[in-house]
Structure formats: C-alpha cells, structure tokens
C-alpha cells in the first residue's frame, strides 16, 4: 500500500539477495518517497491546468512511459483524479499492470498499454509526461519532448555519468562535459536540465522548471512545457557554461551557447576548467514549491514529513549556480567549521544573500565571492 493506492508486486524469495532490478518486474519499496513528492507534484500542477478553466480533471491525460508495477500512474489516477496510461514493454509488467489496475478498481480511469515507450510517446500526445526509468533517460528525452503538451517529469540515477565521474559516458548521453567537483549534485541536475531545453527547443517549446531535487543517486525534475518558438528562443538563453578554478574554489556562469571564455581565474589568475552545455536558470519556482506544500494536506503519504522538509528545502535555497560546500573550504583553509546556520547568519550580516540548500547538509548558496567567503570562514573560526 502507498498513499490510498494498493499495488501487487513480485515478492523475491527470502533467502533471494538481489537488488529490484533483477526482479521480473520492478519494485522499489525505497522510492515510495520519490513517488509521494510526484503525486502531490502532480496533484499541484493539475490544479493549475484546471484554474486556467480550460479543461477538466477528467480530460488530463498522464502517462507513466515505464511502469514496471503500474504503481506511478496507478496512484496518479488513483490519487489525483486523472486518466493515467501506464506503459511497459515487459509482457510480465504489462499482466501485472492490468491486474493493479482492477485491484484498485480503476477501469475507467487507468490503462496499460505493452509497447517501447518512444513508439508510444511518438504517438500520442499527453499532458503529462512521466519518464521514470533505469539509468539514464537520455535516450527517451527526444519521443518525450515530442509528446508532453503541459508537463514534463524526468528521472535520472545515472549520477556518475550526470555528475562527470564517468566523463565519456556523460558527453555521450547528454552531449555535455560535467566536471566532478564537490558540487557535483548540482552540475548533475543543470547537466539533464540542459539535455531537457534542448531537445524540448528542437520541437518547438521552452520549459519552466516548477521543482527540482537530487537526493542520494536519484535526479527529479518536474518542467512545465511552453509550446511556440518564443518560448523555445527564451528557454536556450538560460544555457551556458560554468567555470570552475580548482586553485582558489571560484565558481561562476556563462551564459550562452557561443562564447567566449577566459582561461584565467579572475579570482587568482590560476588556470579554469569548464563544465557545459549546461542549464543555468532556475531549477524550481518557490510559488509552485508552496503549491506542492500545501497539497501534502489534501493526501494521506506515509513519507508526507519528510516530503515537506525537502520541498521546504527547495523552496527556499537561493536559486542561482553553483553552490559551495562550507567543509571543503574549512578544510582547505585549515579553519574549523562552525554550524552551517550561524556560518550563514555571518554571510548574511556581511550584506550578502545566502541560503542552505536541499543538496547536502554542510552545502551553502551565496552571491558572495569566495574571497569574501574564505574571509567570513576564517573570521569564525578564531
Ligand atoms: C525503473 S523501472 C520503472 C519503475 C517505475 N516507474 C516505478 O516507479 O516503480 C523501468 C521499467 O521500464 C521498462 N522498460 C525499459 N525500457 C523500456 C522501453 N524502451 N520501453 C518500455 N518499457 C521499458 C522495464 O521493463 C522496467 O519495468
Ligand atoms: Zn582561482
């Protein structure tokens, strides 16, 4: 059971140590988390489409490219009220997908196609797109871009490659170069943001991204979907590069796709390395985060005080490239670190905006330049 939705699922034997994906069909009971925070996602960008008047609940039509159990969509139509397609190409998922859909009673509501999910979103149309699958969802972006009329949501836990620990499989998958940095959660999340817009722009629509999180190996990103070549040009303003100085920690954007860039650190001369094509807007939008918020009180989620701190955590994280971590400068400056909240009191105090952000416990977000930063760091730690 999660959330008010009943699920069949391959039990593996209990002697059995395999992990879900050796499983005949799908099943990870650790992402109930992940699929709480889509259905009140959901739920909130629904409401949305219907406060414009111009379609009902029923007409909204979601669907769950790679369904495995069915559970996303099951919970979806059961649990947001609209019609939901749940897709897998595995003939064992496609039995198990449409006893779920009786069990829960959801004939009317739910249906369970078998087919290669970019057949499928080839050709049909949804206004919610849920692309959820193994790894990387990098070679699906182009059918879903295609498909998604409203919103699109996308899964990567292909980190590594995201994150540039693997490096040729990441320029690969994403035709981007990342740079493994301590900051490598973020890089990962704007490196898909960027795979994203581009291949949303080739089909003639921009993206707004409502909300975003990376938490441990799993990339979440939910996009609202403006059609028309206005949207598009708008959307490709927000790529660009980012230049990291592994000398001093300086950190900072480049906006655009043709560019120009120097190889010195205007921080301390040192020589620069470079990281994109990469997403550098806003990777959430704090009024969709209180939506989202709000809509934890309208469905009963097993995960919902977690769900809350996350989002919470989103909403208010200062939403700008890249953030820093308060231990790895201490460390290099051999300075001892004080509590993350006091340290971004001083930032604050010292004129600057600056933030904790959902990324990692000791992460910080500031406009403050890293001299500046290594300054207030030492000036605690007296
Ligand atoms: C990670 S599981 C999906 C998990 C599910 N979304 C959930 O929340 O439990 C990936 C599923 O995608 C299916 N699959 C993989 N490639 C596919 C493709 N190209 N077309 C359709 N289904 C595919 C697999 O059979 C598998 O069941
Ligand atoms: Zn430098």
Same mark, same amino acid.
């Given at each position: 059971?999660?959330?008010?939705?009943?699920?069949?699922?391959?039990?593996?034997?209990?002697?059995?140590?395999?992990?879900?994906?050796?499983?005949?069909?799908?099943?990870?009971?650790?992402?109930?988390?992940?699929?709480?925070?889509?259905?009140?996602?959901?739920?909130?960008?629904?409401?949305?489409?219907?406060?414009?008047?111009?379609?009902?609940?029923?007409?909204?039509?979601?669907?769950?490219?790679?369904?495995?159990?069915?559970?996303?969509?099951?919970?979806?139509?059961?649990?947001?009220?609209?019609?939901?397609?749940?897709?897998?190409?595995?003939?064992?998922?496609?039995?198990?997908?449409?006893?779920?859909?009786?069990?829960?009673?959801?004939?009317?509501?739910?249906?369970?196609?078998?087919?290669?999910?970019?057949?499928?979103?080839?050709?049909?149309?949804?206004?919610?797109?849920?692309?959820?699958?193994?790894?990387?969802?990098?070679?699906?972006?182009?059918?879903?871009?295609?498909?998604?009329?409203?919103?699109?949501?996308?899964?990567?836990?292909?980190?590594?490659?995201? !994150?540039?620990?693997?490096?040729?499989?990441?320029?690969?998958?994403?035709?981007?170069?990342?740079?493994?940095?301590?900051?490598?959660?973020?890089?990962?999340?704007?490196?898909?943001?960027?795979?994203?817009?581009?291949?949303?722009?080739?089909?003639?629509?921009?993206?707004?991204?409502?909300?975003?999180?990376?938490?441990?190996?799993?990339?979440?990103?939910?996009?609202?979907?403006?059609?028309?070549?206005?949207?598009?040009?708008?959307?490709?303003?927000?790529?660009?590069?980012?230049?990291? !100085?592994?000398?001093?920690?300086?950190?900072?954007?480049?906006?655009?796709?043709?560019?120009?860039?120097?190889?010195?650190?205007?921080? !301390?001369?040192?020589?620069?390395?470079?990281?994109?094509?990469?997403?550098?807007?806003?990777?959430?939008?704090?009024?969709?985060?209180?939506?989202?918020?709000?809509?934890?009180?309208?469905?009963?989620?097993?995960?919902?005080?977690?769900?809350?701190?996350?989002?919470?955590?989103?909403?208010?994280?200062?939403?700008?490239?890249?953030?820093?971590?308060?231990?790895?400068?201490?460390?290099?400056?051999?300075?001892?670190?004080?509590?993350?909240?006091?340290?971004?009191?001083?930032?604050?105090?010292?004129?600057?905006?600056?933030?904790?952000?959902?990324?990692?416990?000791?992460?910080?977000?500031?406009?403050?330049?890293?001299?500046?930063?290594?300054?207030?760091?030492?000036?605690?730690?007296?």
């Amino acid at each position: 059971m999660e959330g008010t939705t009943k699920v069949l699922v391959p039990v593996p034997p209990p002697d059995a140590n395999f992990p879900p994906s050796a499983a005949p069909v799908f099943y990870n009971p650790e992402m109930e988390l992940n699929r709480d925070i889509n259905v009140a996602a959901t739920a909130a960008f629904v409401e949305r489409l219907l406060s414009k008047k111009e379609i009902h609940r029923e007409e909204i039509r979601y669907v769950d490219a790679f369904s495995a159990s069915g559970i996303r969509g099951l919970r979806i139509a059961g649990e947001v009220g609209i019609h939901a397609t749940m897709n897998d190409w595995s003939p064992e998922a496609f039995e198990l997908i449409k006893e779920n859909i009786k069990i829960n009673g959801l004939e009317e509501k739910a249906q369970a196609t078998r087919k290669n999910a970019n057949v499928l979103l080839h050709e049909q149309r949804f206004h919610i797109v849920d692309v959820d699958p193994f790894g990387t969802p990098s070679p699906y972006l182009d059918a879903a871009a295609t498909s998604a009329h409203s919103m699109l949501s996308v899964t990567a836990t292909d980190t590594a490659p995201l !994150c540039g620990a693997h490096l040729n499989s990441g320029i690969r998958k994403y035709a981007a170069v990342p740079l493994n940095t301590e900051y490598h959660s973020e890089m990962g999340l704007r490196v898909l943001l960027g795979a994203c817009a581009r291949e949303l722009a080739k089909h003639e629509k921009g993206m707004l991204p409502l909300l975003s999180h990376v938490t441990r190996h799993y990339v979440r990103t939910y996009l609202e979907v403006l059609p028309g070549t206005r949207h598009a040009d708008r959307t490709l303003k927000y790529m660009g590069f980012n230049i990291h !100085c592994p000398r001093c920690g300086f950190r900072g954007p480049v906006y655009g796709l043709a560019v120009h860039i120097e190889r010195e650190c205007p921080a !301390c001369g040192g020589l620069t390395k470079i990281a994109g094509p990469l997403w550098l807007g806003p990777y959430k939008e704090p009024e969709f985060c209180n939506e989202v918020i709000s809509e934890l009180e309208a469905h009963p989620l097993n995960t919902k005080d977690k769900v809350r701190k996350i989002i919470t955590f989103c909403r208010d994280e200062l939403d700008i490239p890249m953030f820093y971590d308060q231990h790895v400068i201490c460390k290099e400056l051999g300075a001892s670190a004080t509590g993350i909240e006091s340290f971004i009191e001083a930032l604050r105090a010292s004129g600057f905006e600056a933030s904790r952000t959902h990324f990692s416990g000791t992460s910080f977000k500031t406009d403050a330049p890293i001299s500046e930063i290594k300054n207030i760091i030492l000036a605690l730690s007296e």
